[in-house]
């Protein structure tokens, strides 16, 4: 469900095969606890070599400009850099124990492995408001929603999505209670925020389906190579 785009997405376990994949196993996965280990051990590593937090005007007298067309360093802001620097670290880990989770469901379908990638699902979205400062009320409505009604109902975790504050909040659900449950989301979201919601509903084969395409602009923005990439 979203806030911004008052559009509510819930998407069933992720099933490998397709119409036009037929494989029917995860794929192979680095070990889980390499994974959600190292970015730890690099946050500590090099986390306290950042500022807890930098001034605008300080980071244009060292640095100048980011180049960023889509934003600009506001001069009498601060900026807390250490904690937004965290933030993507841990996403890897998260998402590292996400996928581990999914692996595990597939393999023993065990619905406590579907509560541990909502877990990884709750840390992602906490993070992304507490560190980095973005995401809207109406997104944390949402997942805390989903939190209360949980596995008992067949939802098992939620996050914001979608690209700079979100819009959309991304649910992880399973059983035959899991659709009247994310009704019930959506009609007290609604109840309490004012904002009608829609739910966006499965998914497709994705890049089984679809090939990766190579493409590359250049400074005039005119399209390279937009091939098949295998």
Wanted: glycine residues 12%; proline residues 7%; hydrophobic residues 40%.
């Amino acid at each position: 469900m979203s806030a911004a785009a008052s559009t509510a997405a819930c998407a069933p376990p992720l099933s490998w095969g397709g119409p036009s994949s037929p494989r029917t196993t995860p794929p192979t996965r680095p070990a889980a606890t390499s994974a959600t280990s190292l970015p730890r051990a690099s946050l500590a590593r090099y986390a306290p070599l950042l500022p807890e937090e930098l001034g605008g005007a300080a980071f244009l007298a060292r640095y100048g400009e980011t180049g960023d067309d889509a934003t600009r360093v506001a001069p009498d802001a601060v900026y807390r850099v250490r904690a937004c620097a965290t933030h993507p670290v841990l996403e890897q880990a998260n998402v590292a124990a996400f996928l581990a989770a999914l692996d595990g469901y597939e393999r023993a379908g065990d619905p406590a492995t579907l509560a541990e990638a909502g877990s990884a699902m709750y840390r992602s979205h906490e993070s992304y408001g507490a560190r980095c400062g973005l995401g809207t009320p109406e997104t944390d409505l949402i997942v805390d929603l989903v939190r209360d009604l949980g596995p008992a109902h067949g939802l098992y975790g939620a996050k914001i999505t979608g690209g700079g504050a979100g819009g959309t909040v991304a649910i992880l659900g399973a059983g035959p209670r899991m659709e009247d449950a994310v009704e019930g989301v959506r009609a007290e979201y609604a109840r309490r925020s004012g904002r009608r919601a829609t739910m966006l509903a499965g998914s497709s084969d994705g890049a089984w389906a679809s090939p990766v395409r190579h493409a590359v602009v250049d400074e005039e923005g005119r399209l390279h190579g937009a091939g098949v990439r295998t």
